[in-house]
C-alpha cells in the first residue's frame, strides 16, 4: 500500500513540475503565431498592469532625472498617475506583449514614443495571426538564450532569458489549475539608456 501511495505521489510531483514546461511551450506558440486570444485568457492582467506600472514609474522618473530641478518639478507635477495609466493602456495589451516578446527593439521604440507622446483612446493595432511550424528544439541555441528555468516556490514558475540582447524574465504563477502569466520584468536600466 505504501509502495503505491509513493508511486502515485512521484507520477503527480513529475506532473506538476512537467505542468509549466507544457505552459511555456504554449506561450512560446502563442508569441510566434501572435496568437492574441490566447495572451488574453493566459495573463493575469492586474498583477502584470501592476509589474508594468512599478517599472514604467522608475523609466520615468529616471528619465526625467536627467532634467534639471525646475523642468523635473514641473514634469513630475505634469505626469502624475493619469498619465502612467494612459499609457499603461497602450503598452499593456496582448498585442504589445506579443511585441515585447517577439520582438523586444520595437517594444523599446514603441515605449519611448508613447512615453513621449501619450494619447488616450489609439485605435487598436490588428495583429495577424502567423503560422508556425514546429522544427525541433535547438538545444545549444536554449541553453545560450535561458539562464534559469524553474521554480522560485511551489506555486511560481521563472524563465529568465535573454532575446535580442534584453534581458528578460517572466513569471508564471499557478491560479486554481492553470498556470498564467503573472509578471514580466522589464529590463529598466536597458531600456531608459535607449530612451
Do not use: C
Amino acid at each position: 500500500m505504501k509502495k503505491k501511495i509513493l508511486i502515485i505521489f512521484f507520477i503527480l510531483s513529475f506532473l506538476y513540475i512537467l505542468w509549466p514546461f507544457i505552459n511555456i511551450y504554449k506561450f512560446y506558440v502563442a508569441v510566434k503565431k501572435s496568437d492574441i486570444e490566447f495572451f488574453t485568457n493566459n495573463i493575469n492582467w492586474q498583477s502584470l498592469r501592476s509589474g508594468f506600472k512599478d517599472d514604467l514609474e522608475i523609466i520615468i522618473d529616471k528619465k526625467i532625472g536627467k532634467k534639471k530641478n525646475i523642468e523635473k518639478q514641473l514634469l513630475k507635477t505634469l505626469l502624475g498617475n493619469s498619465l502612467i495609466e494612459i499609457i499603461l493602456e497602450e503598452i499593456v495589451s496582448p498585442e504589445n506583449i506579443v511585441l515585447l516578446l517577439n520582438d523586444p527593439k520595437k517594444y523599446s521604440e514603441m515605449l519611448k514614443k508613447e512615453i513621449d507622446n501619450p494619447k488616450i483612446n489609439k485605435k487598436k493595432k490588428n495583429i495577424k495571426k502567423e503560422k508556425f511550424n514546429f522544427k525541433g528544439p535547438n538545444v545549444k541555441r536554449i541553453r545560450e538564450k535561458v539562464n534559469y528555468v524553474f521554480f522560485i516556490n511551489l506555486n511560481t514558475f521563472r524563465i529568465d532569458f535573454n532575446h535580442d540582447g534584453y534581458p528578460i524574465k517572466v513569471d508564471l504563477k499557478f491560479t486554481p489549475f492553470k498556470w498564467r502569466l503573472y509578471k514580466i520584468y522589464l529590463p529598466v536600466d536597458l531600456l531608459v539608456s535607449k530612451l
